[in-house]
């Protein structure tokens, strides 16, 4: 059976290199949660209702709903900072 | 991702179902495979508050446990070893396939998605240097990267890779500057995004005549093989170069996209043209080769001509059917091209655009409720970037442009049966030289 010999059509990867994620909080309680609207669809409306239910359920969490500066393409140096020096965690939506 | 590594907080992303496969590639090729996702069912668009607190209180889809304990564990949960992922690791691509029969071959080219699901050439080894003969670059220079979406990594490819590429579109070796030059833009014609983009090349310069480029009749359909080969080429090698394009993985377009075929490859037709040609606009001599492309390209209006009393009327019509957040290239046949000249007075392409511009208008309230101009617009607008941010301040009734001047463009091309032109919605995005690519 005659065979051919052809060339990969794929282009070449980066290397992938472990990045480390943040420690978990032990708990939520007394904690400053931001939620963070990437501005995506309704994405506002969703993380509203999110909000809700963590003030009916999780009372002892402080929750700040918070869009980003511009679209989600871009960094937001601005928030991510307040986020980091007057929050503990964040929860951002929504990815689509 | 940046929150966790660079400002060192605990988060938890939440997606809707269907973007899991995406999402989850995502964080494992940068670096964090246990990143906290969570899952609501999709879509979030137009759903009411109490439609979206039952996704709340719901379960996430791909999981089957309540959404909100996956988030507050997703914030609490101390990450095991495993969910951490290797240190390292490296992709490595062979350049040759392990031999096979030609039959066997194509199924394996077709079952890893390296094609466009048409017929290819095989890319062997006479094949592939056949084409590298068609530049005096080197097999192993790196010509650009490319990635599908913005959150990818992005992707190499040399010379070598180009030319297997148009080797499997049935390019020949004297189309391949051109290709070349395609590849050299970094610009994917492979866009993963949700909304089904396609891509569109514009030729310009003498090297159109030298390998035979259709700047006339059919110019934009399957009637020249340099125009649909130049074209597919670059689809392959934006979905290979890249490292994908995979419904449901790396290629979300709802609808997907007919002219994503062909990457809408042609010549301007220069000759016949009353105005200066694109790349000479972008920054590049007359004599010179150069192509240019748009990205984008979802939405397209049409009409025959310019009447005599109405056309300025007919021509804002056309301009308000397209989504704002896709500006209008008007690709004109010569006959509508000289009918702008001898109506509207647009001695120069500049004078038109301008009009266009000018016309193109919306009242402000409907304007900034455009799905796409919330999502991508507004936010810049309230971000204080101009010319949007003027917008902002405009009454709901108040008229406001469609689009930023610079975003609107002007091509010639058609074969003159008749005088039928159309708009393109879509972002022009470079003009590079083919000469360099020799």
Redo the contacts between chains.
């Keep these: 059976m005659n065979t051919l010999g052809v060339l990969s059509p794929v282009g070449f990867p980066p290397k992938v290199t472990r990045q480390h994620p943040a420690p978990r909080l032990d708990g939520l309680d007394g904690k400053t949660v931001y939620l963070v609207d990437c501005r995506f669809d309704d994405s506002d409306i969703f993380l509203g209702q999110m909000q809700a239910w963590l003030a009916e359920h999780l009372s002892g969490v402080r929750t700040v709903l918070r869009r980003i500066s511009s679209v989600y393409l871009h960094d937001d140096p601005t928030t991510w900072e307040e986020i980091r020096s007057r929050g503990h965690a964040a929860i951002l939506g929504v990815g689509h | ?16 179902d ?2 899991e496969r995406v ?1 989850r590639s995502v964080a ?5 495979p ?3 996702q969570v899952f ?1 069912p ?6 009411t ?1 109490a439609e ?2 039952r ?3 719901g379960r996430d889809p791909v999981t089957g446990r309540p959404v ?1 304990q996956e ?2 564990e997703g ?5 095991a070893d495993a969910e ?8 490595s ?5 392990e ?4 039959d066997n ?1 194509h199924r394996r ?1 077709l079952d890893n998605r ?1 094609t466009d699901m048409l017929p290819i050439v ?4 006479a094949r ?1 240097a056949a084409m590298l003969a068609g530049t005096r670059r080197r097999p192993d220079e790196i010509v650009g990267r ?1 990635r599908s979406t ?1 959150f990818r ?6 010379v ?2 180009v030319a ?2 148009a080797v ?1 579109a049935g390019a020949r070796p004297e189309y391949f500057p051109v290709i070349l030059a395609l590849a050299a833009t970094g610009v994917t014609a492979r866009s993963s995004s ?1 909304s089904a983009m396609a891509a569109m090349a514009v030729v310009n310069g003498p090297l159109r005549h030298e390998i035979g480029m259709n700047a006339g009749i059919g110019a934009m359909g399957p009637y020249n093989h340099a125009n649909a080969t130049i074209g597919r080429a670059y689809g ?2 934006s979905q ?4 994908g394009s995979v419904p449901g993985l790396s290629y979300m377009g709802n609808q997907g996209n007919g002219y994503a075929y062909s990457s809408l490859t042609f010549a301007e037709n220069e000759e016949r043209s009353p105005w200066e040609p694109f790349h000479v606009q972008h920054g590049r001599k007359p004599e010179e080769s150069a192509v240019s492309v748009f990205s984008g390209v979802r939405a397209t209006a049409f009409t025959l001509g310019l009447r005599a009393r109405y056309w300025r009327e007919h021509v804002r019509n056309l301009l308000r059917g397209l989504d704002p957040n896709g500006p209008p290239t008007l690709l004109l046949d010569p006959i509508a091209a000289r009918q702008f000249v001898d109506r509207g007075g647009f001695a120069k392409k500049n004078a038109l655009v301008d009009w266009l511009h000018d016309n193109a208008l919306l009242p402000a309230g409907e304007y900034w409720d455009y ?1 796409l101009v ?3 617009i ?3 607008a ?2 204080g ?1 101009q010319p949007w941010a003027a917008g902002l301040a405009a009454a709901p009734d108040a008229l406001i442009p469609m689009f930023r001047r610079e975003d609107i463009h002007v091509v010639v091309v058609g074969g003159e049966t008749n005088g039928y032109w159309r708009i393109m919605g879509c972002n022009y995005q470079k003009t590079v030289s083919v000469d360099d690519w020799r």
């Design positions: 991702m940046t929150l966790e590594t660079r400002y060192g907080v605990p988060t938890v992303a939440v997606h809707t269907m973007f999402v494992q090729v940068n670096g964090m246990g990143l906290r609501v999709q879509p979030i668009m137009g759903k508050p979206l607190r996704y709340v209180d909100m988030v507050v914030l609490t949960r101390p990450f951490l992922g290797p240190a390292e690791f490296e992709r691509t062979p350049r040759m396939l031999p096979d029969t030609e071959l080219f390296w095989l890319p062997t080894e592939v490319m913005h990594e992005h992707w190499a490819y040399s070598e890779t297997v590429n499997m949700s392959l090698l290979n170069g890249q490292g799905q919330q999502n991508y507004y936010p810049r309230t971000f970037e």
